[in-house]
């Protein structure tokens, strides 16, 4: 019922749009029979529960020529119905992305009728698996927004049965690609000895404590510093989280998670040849070419493995913090799930 609700609204936003405003008061891109998408670069949304949907589908289709010609052609809504704070969102933006000339579907099934590529947005990463194991049995290019799931194992499920269907899928926060984060990547300078990273870390009952948000910051964290963190500790408060990890060799990297004050992202990375600044976040753009790209080559741009230690550093320092701080091994939390991190 809710569902025909969106559609009529949206009938009647064209309707108005078009009697009320004129034609010439409108940008061209918003109607979809005045610019056809190109077959093979029709973009499929899953959750409207996000401000991601809004924001990625208004850049996408106001300059698609800045995103290789591919358009959001179509969306489906849910999205989380149980965590309220995101499902209370999905009529808005249910009603807002209309306005970019995206159809709105009743199922995933249709969905993928209609699309090449999809993005799943979806805020509850509990949906995560169902959601995608539906995308890549259809056989089509994935990218899944933070997190890539709400638990290690069900993450190992979807980049298996992706390997499996020889299907490309990838996950990534945008802060991967912020300036600051991409000028160290560059070499410019040098060798990364250490690094300390800083984010919000909203906590949701439903999920482990950095899988909600304190992901972003870790995921920085990832990004400089690569994989093979191999033990974690967390000292943690109300207000407070300091995880630090310890790399294969020998290198430290810090992550705090802020939930009081300011609240904001970025950090230091202790280069060889210089102290960078990580920040600021200035958008969602850079992620978005990326994942255009990937779309395009198939090539996923952020390895699983990289994917699933970001899952297990954070499973660590959960475990860690109720350990009074102790040291965990990111084996141990692989063996504690029955995997084995080398066959992903």
């Known amino acids: ?27 061209s891109f918003l109607y979809a029979d005045q610019m056809p998408a190109i077959k093979g670069k029709r973009i499929g949304i899953i959750g409207l529960d996000t401000s991601h949907s809004l924001a990625f589908t208004k850049a996408i289709n106001t300059n698609p020529s800045d ?10 809504p849910f999205g989380s119905q149980t965590i309220k704070s995101a499902s209370e969102r999905i009529p808005k933006y249910t009603e807002d992305v209309q306005k970019y000339a995206v159809k709105i579907v009743a199922s995933i099934t249709e969905l993928l009728r209609q699309v090449d590529v999809v993005l ?45 269907k020889n299907v490309p899928v990838f996950s990534s926060s945008s802060l991967r690609y912020m300036p600051g984060v991409q000028r160290v990547l560059s070499g410019a300078f040098g060798e990364v000895k250490g690094v300390s990273t800083y984010s919000p870390a909203t906590l949701e009952v439903t999920h482990p404590d950095l899988y909600w948000y304190g992901i972003h910051g870790v995921e920085m964290l990832f990004s400089v510093m690569g994989p093979n963190c191999k033990s974690v500790s967390q000292v943690s408060t109300e207000f407070t989280d300091v995880v630090t990890g310890i790399w294969d060799d020998g290198r430290i990297g810090t992550f705090t998670g802020l939930r009081t004050g300011k609240a904001d992202f970025g950090g230091t990375c202790f280069c060889e040849k210089e102290l960078v600044q990580l920040g600021p976040f200035t958008g969602y753009n850079p992620l978005l070419k990326e994942v255009i790209k990937f779309f395009s080559t198939g090539i996923a741009p952020v390895s699983a493995l990289e994917t699933m230690q970001i899952l297990a550093f954070m499973d660590a320092a959960e475990e860690s913090k109720q350990q009074q701080a102790q040291l965990i091994s990111l084996q141990s939390i692989y063996k504690k799930n029955g995997l084995d991190i080398d066959k992903l």
């Open 120 to 164: 799943l947005e979806t805020n509850d990463g509990r949906m995560h698996l169902s959601q995608a194991l539906q995308v890549i049995n259809a056989g089509k290019p994935l990218f899944i927004d933070k997190p890539i799931a709400a638990s290690l194992l069900d993450a190992a499920k979807i980049f298996s049965t992706a390997k499996q």
């Open 67 to 76: 995103f290789d010609n591919y358009q959001v052609v179509a969306a489906y």
């Open 1 to 27: 019922m809710r569902f025909k609700k969106y559609i009529s609204r949206r009938n009647f936003l064209k309707n108005t749009t078009l009697t009320g405003l004129g034609i010439g008061l409108m940008p």
